[in-house]
């Protein structure tokens, strides 16, 4: 399919991995990232967002509710099929106002229930004139989609391995599912990291499977920022963590960080999540020199105020699948970088990112970069090569060469 032959199409359905209210509400992901470019590359068409809803009847409905009731206040109703599937209108421009028109599906059909949320979002579709163009998810429980869901080109981006997300793994059964028709019907796979090129290796697809890391929005990184009112009281030096605490955060080496560097302000912005929660109360929070300050919108002026970024987190197989976003924002801030050891990181940001094996190792780096200056930051000529626009100039040579 080539580009001129999509413009005729002009019709984008993303399946995504987040409710679009978080992204009005400031958080930031590949998915909203790679929809962002989508509507800057094609003007022209249109783009339908279907929300991730959670992966049972209850939780769906409250979230679905929730949305719909945020979405009424930030974007125009369009129409209603039966009593639980919506579409409204973006009007917040948070794409850009010159691009792509953007439209929103939200119902009350759980993502568990492939064939209630294909048939929800399909018939709202059809019923706005829709005709079938690219269709690109990010979301593998609905996987069915991919065989029946009516689209010129199916392009799968699988952004980590969700079989092995803690919180999902009463649905390891309908997950694998989803994966194995999507590695057989998916005309493109896009990944994070060579361990998902593997997996599905693993369920015999190996052609137009890519692996295209994560990025950074570039400009957003460019200019003076002033500091934000929050850091204010919290101390310099400061370490700062960027991200979800949820079971890949290793709170036992978080805690003997913050106990050998005293002088060091760990600050932690995100949320924390239920699982992780008792042992954070009982590690952490009792340092004097341990910050949590709660999620935040996807801003630069956090980073800018920060000495160095930091990633204690433990080797899981969730782990070896990421491509974590937070050292991109890292390196766009020109923080020096320090992590637990990864299975694989994009070679264009390694040399630049300090791996250690150990506690004692983590805090020599943190202290090297913070009192003598000696570990290099990412260099701010290069940062082009992370951008978005670079990172989707790539997907889209692989869509417009597919047979």
Known sequence: MNDLAFEKNANIVVYNMSPFTDWVQGIRNRNFFIVRELAKTYPNAKLYLVDFTPQNLRRSARTALESIAHHRSFAAYERQIGGHTYLFRDTTNIFGSRWAPVYILSSIAPSIAPAIYAAASKKLLFSSGYTPGLLWSYNPLPGELFHTFPAHTRIFDAVDDWTAHPSLYKYKKQL??????????????????????????????????????????????????????????????????????QSRFDTELAEKLAKELPSVSFMYIGDVWKDIRKDIVARLQPLANVYFLGKKPYLPDYFMHADVGVMPHRRTPLMESMDPMKLYDYAAAGLPMVTTRLASLDPVLLPYVHQANTAHEFAAYIARSIHQGTLPSFPQEMLEQLSWATRFSKMRHVITSLQ
């Open 176 to 245: 694998e599912k989803g994966y194995q028709v999507i590695a057989r019907h998916a005309d493109a796979i896009f990944t994070v990291s060579p361990f998902m090129e593997r997996f599905f290796a693993c369920r015999g697809r190996t052609k137009n499977v890519c692996t295209i890391p994560n990025g950074v929005d570039t400009h957003l990184f460019k200019g003076v920022f002033p500091e934000p009112g929050f850091l204010r009281n919290i101390p310099r030096p400061r370490a700062i963590y960027v991200g979800t605490l």
